[in-house]
């Protein structure tokens, strides 16, 4: 599992060959398998494949511009309403998709949305997104069309046993 956690890392380039439905579908449940506060599972996905709203995706803000590139954006939101822990709960499940798609040697790249209000206004206008529901992050997903070596930020240092 460490291998797989290493060879996650922020892909921004993909070909243009599509994602395969039992990818998609394997990315989701990957997802949805994260631990939630009270096992409410706030978290809901919005899957985007078509070309002009995966362009308009791209325009949100300075740092989207690759999911114009990417066959498919899971746009990942949390239920606010039903818990007060839907960013930690769906930043798990966005980390775990993320995870997911490095062991099927997917590119993705988490692209942050919340708290920006001025982005989450966008992606919500863009793709009818109800009020209920508050827009976490973006996630372009394909297959690479860049390399990166498998890594870690370890830092000694950043490491204290039993207390500071």
Known sequence: MLE?????????????????????????????AAPSADNLQPWEFIVVDEPELRRK???????????????????VCGNDRRSKHWVEDASAATENLLLCAAGRDLGAVWVGIYPNQGSEKHVRETLGIPSALRVLCLVPVGHPAEEKAP??????????????
């Not at 690759?66 to 954006?73: L, R, T, Y």
Request: hydrophobic share 40%; aromatic share 10%.
């Open 57 to 75: 995706l791209a325009e949100t803000h300075p740092w989207s511009s690759m999911c114009a590139g990417a066959p498919v954006i899971f746009v």
């Open 4 to 32: 797989v956690i290493k060879k996650r890392r922020s892909i921004r380039r993909y070909t243009s060959e599509s994602i395969a439905d039992e990818d998609v579908r394997a990315l989701l449940e990957a997802a949805m």
């Open 151 to 164: 890594g870690t930020k370890f830092d000694e240092g950043k490491v204290h046993y039993n207390g500071y």
